[in-house]
């Protein structure tokens, strides 16, 4: 084994390069569905054999070396991306005969431009690079402070963050009411990458210390998750009977217009059925249906309110996504769009509308820098909206009637950690409605679903999910999932309402706790390169 650590660390090249892609791709086998959990450590240990190989670490600003883990970076992370987000070239075969030319650009573009992320990490990582097992922090901090830049630059993707490796199995994700998706990628690469000083150390001290203090963090996070989450089912919210409708339409009859009246029916048809559990509509309080259920304007439409109307019995409402339009100003043929969610009553009247926030780039809006140039390759997005949807400025609560406080989020938006909430009052539920039927039966429905549910421990909130082709859902504020329809299906959800939980110490203090950790990790080997004067 020794022989092939130091084949790895003197590899060059296009075998360098080969060998961190692979890793890479590796790597993506920790994250939904497969949540293989020792892809982590065959992803991460070899990526630390690489970066011993990048140049001498005696001078911290070496040109080289530097370069060198930037390019062993970038490799990481396009195989990583590659491996993971290949699932995004179904989105361009819905409409094959405008978009499928551009399908490499989707799933080789996007991980190549992700890529220079991982560069930047490695490249920092390795600024503060040690010989001894210290260079696992140096690691992790380079990892998770390029992640988080992921996650918020140029309008944010934390898609697949590596701390997704720990945020997916019921016990390691309690750690996340502590830290957050930030710290469990912390935490995620420590443990990942603390085999790599088994076959490096100089002494058995320094070849076991790693793997035995990451064996302990992962013993202590699942202990820790045995211990938090309670035996019983949670109370739930009196008087709240939810049903939520999985419909399983193709994208590509969806955003027809011609299907429009095949569509109510079904979805009104659909609604009023009996679920699994023998539950009829008139036992539910809130009907939800999932993101953009119509191709048309549905506030716009007074004979599809009165047929809302009257499948609702009285004093229920029904909560749904919808495209909405303002009036149009003096001068505009049409008004601004917005991808919404609206709340309608028993008597076809609309009670409350949230608008979406964190618009997708490319998908439902085009950067206005790069409008031009779009228009000239005869590219738009791919919503049938003229102009694209616009984004709300801020976000607020969904007062709905018979509810707590919603917090609603619309598709992706529920992957940012830390963002979902409005400001001032807490709410005491999380409303995510979605539509994945662009990206079909693969691994990004799983992946979208696994972040969302993360967001219900982060915050010690419930979290209601209703999506066109799965996964729909209700979580409650420790990650269980109470009830669910699986992707792919159609069906219908009869479930009550979990109580929120006290708010998580993350939901305070999640700032101050990463910002601590990284300085940790940060300071460790920068003392240990002054100690040892290298």
């Known amino acids: 084994m020794t022989n092939l650590v130091d084949h790895v660390v003197r590899l060059n090249g296009w075998r360098r390069w080969l060998s961190a892609f692979a890793a890479g791709a590796i790597g993506a086998l920790a994250m939904p569905p497969f949540g293989f959990l020792p892809a982590l450590f065959l992803s991460l240990t070899p990526a630390i054999w690489l970066l011993d190989g990048c140049g001498d670490v005696k001078t ?7 370069r060198a883990a930037a390019v062993t970076g970038w490799f990481w992370g396009f195989g990583y991306f590659v491996a993971g987000l290949w699932w995004l070239g179904a989105a361009f075969l819905v409409e ?28 920092l990582a390795r600024l503060i690079w040690t010989k001894d097992g210290t260079r696992i922090l140096a690691f992790a901090f380079g990892l998770t402070v390029c992640e988080w830049l992921r996650g918020h630059l140029f309008t944010g993707f934390p898609w697949n963050n590596l701390g997704m490796a720990l945020g997916q199995n019921l016990w390691l994700m309690q750690s996340a009411s502590l ?14 990458a603390a085999p790599a000083t088994l076959w490096t150390g100089r002494t058995p001290r320094a070849r076991w210390l790693s793997p035995i203090l990451a064996a302990i963090v992962l013993g202590t996070m699942a202990v820790f998750g045995a211990l938090r989450v309670p035996a019983a089912p949670l109370p739930t919210v009196p008087n709240v009977n939810l049903r939520i409708m999985q419909p399983n339409l193709p994208q590509d009859a969806k955003f027809n217009p011609r299907n429009r009246e095949a569509i109510m029916r079904r979805y009104l048809a659909f609604s009023a059925g009996r679920g699994s559990d023998g539950q009829s509509l008139a036992d539910a309080t809130h009907l939800i249906w999932p993101e953009s259920a119509f191709p048309f304007l549905l506030h716009r439409d007074p004979e599809s309110l009165m047929q809302i ?56 809006y085009v950067p206005q820098f790069l409008d031009r ?13 003229p102009g694209g949807f616009e984004s709300s400025t801020q976000r607020g609560v969904l007062n709905v009637p018979g509810l707590p406080a919603v917090a609603a989020t619309i598709c992706y938006e529920a992957i940012f950690p830390g963002e979902i909430l409005p400001d001032g009052p807490r709410p ?37 999910r209703a999506a066109n082709t799965g996964i729909s859902a209700v979580v409650d504020p ?43 990790c940060c300071i460790v080997p920068v003392l240990r390169r002054r100690r040892r004067n290298f």
């Open 428 to 464: 005491d539920v999380i409303l995510n409605v979605t539509n994945d039927a662009w990206f079909g039966i693969t691994p990004g429905p799983h992946q979208h679903f696994a972040q969302a549910r993360l967001r219900a421990v982060e915050e010690g909130i419930p979290l209601v």
């Open 478 to 520: 420790y990650g269980r999932v109470v009830k669910s329809l699986p992707l792919g299906a159609e069906g219908i959800l009869d479930a009550q309402l979990p109580l929120a939980i006290t708010p998580p110490v993350y939901r305070g203090y999640n700032l101050l706790i990463l910002t601590a950790t990284l300085v940790i």
């Open 179 to 192: 830290v957050g998706l930030y710290g469990l990628t912390i935490l995620a690469t420590l443990i990942g």
């Open 96 to 123: 094959a005969d405008q978009f499928a030319w551009a399908m490499p650009f989707g799933v080789l573009g996007l991980p190549a431009l992700l890529a220079f992320f991982t560069a930047f990490g490695f490249a």
């Open 373 to 385: 140039l779009i228009q000239m390759v005869g590219l738009r997005q791919f919503v049938h909206v």
């Open 309 to 364: 109307a009257a499948l609702l019995r009285p004093g229920s409402v029904l909560i749904t996504g919808a495209a909405r339009m303002d009036d149009p100003l003096p001068g505009e043929a049409v008004g601004k769009f917005f991808n919404s969610i609206q709340v309608i009553g028993s008597q076809g009247t609309i009670l409350g509308v949230y608008d979406k926030v964190h618009l997708v780039p490319f998908g439902e």
């Open 60 to 66: 911290a600003f070496d040109r080289k070396a530097l």
